[in-house]
């Protein structure tokens, strides 16, 4: 099994670009997870999907974020226009329902804005 | 906000010696997890014990829950230099529930 596959690892970036982060959750796996982890704030929630459909975005923290799952192999995280404090590593995980609730982590792509 | 706080936030030790990381939480919960996150990588599942159970082992780990007191404890046994990593708490709420939020983490260092 490959894991949770996203990409790209390193994403560099000027202010205003349109940065675009992509996930690929394990197959079978109805959950998908986007996190973003700083030093400052630990890691946070952004959004979950069940199914494709997103089940919590409270923790998006603003409209410049949006995230979609077009299918249940795939998933994006898009912000635009990105700023400097974006910079962070965003992780996706993801986890199948009935199981343990065990979330399996993607390597992380982490983004610096400048 | 932040529903595991982890303690300490670093702890560092010889290799052999006996390692215990503390989190405490603030809301009754369902089940709680540990993950453990080595520098540049993702997290990796470790343990999880439910709110009806008291003590797990995995290994060379142990975790042990006290919901009366909304904390967990988590002692890696006979550690090693590869089990230098941040640890980290997470917590759900709700049966079925799948959203977990995670505390700030202990850094662990093990000196050779």
């Known amino acids: 099994d490959a894991g949770v596959i996203q990409s790209p690892r390193h994403e560099v970036t000027e202010m205003g670009q349109e940065v675009t982060l992509r996930c690929k959750p394990i197959?079978?796996?109805?959950?998908l997870f986007w996190y973003r982890q700083t030093m400052m704030r630990g890691l946070e929630l952004l959004i979950y999907f069940n199914n494709n459909v997103p089940i919590d975005d409270s923790g998006m923290p603003e409209d410049r974020f949006s995230a979609k799952m077009p299918n249940a192999s795939f998933s994006t995280l898009k912000i635009q226009p990105s700023e400097p404090r974006d910079s962070a590593v965003y992780f996706c995980a993801s986890s199948a329902s009935g199981s343990s609730y065990e979330q399996y982590f993607g390597p992380g792509t982490r983004l610096t804005v400048t | 906000s932040q529903q595991g706080e982890e303690d300490p936030q670093a702890l560092s030790i010889q290799e052999g010696e006996n390692a215990t990381m503390n989190c405490s939480y603030k809301?009754?919960?369902?089940?709680l997890q540990w993950y453990r996150q080595n520098s540049g990588r993702g997290l990796v599942h470790l343990i999880l014990i439910r709110s009806n159970e008291r003590e797990k082992h995995s290994g060379r780990l142990r975790v042990t829950l006290d919901t009366s007191k909304k904390s967990s404890s988590l002692l890696i046994t006979a550690s090693r230099a590869a089990d230098t990593a941040s640890y980290f708490c997470a917590t759900d709420r709700f049966q079925g529930a799948q959203k977990l939020v995670f505390g700030q983490g202990t850094r662990l260092t093990i000196n050779p």
């Open positions: 197959s079978g796996h109805d959950y």
């Open positions: 809301t009754s919960i369902n089940n």
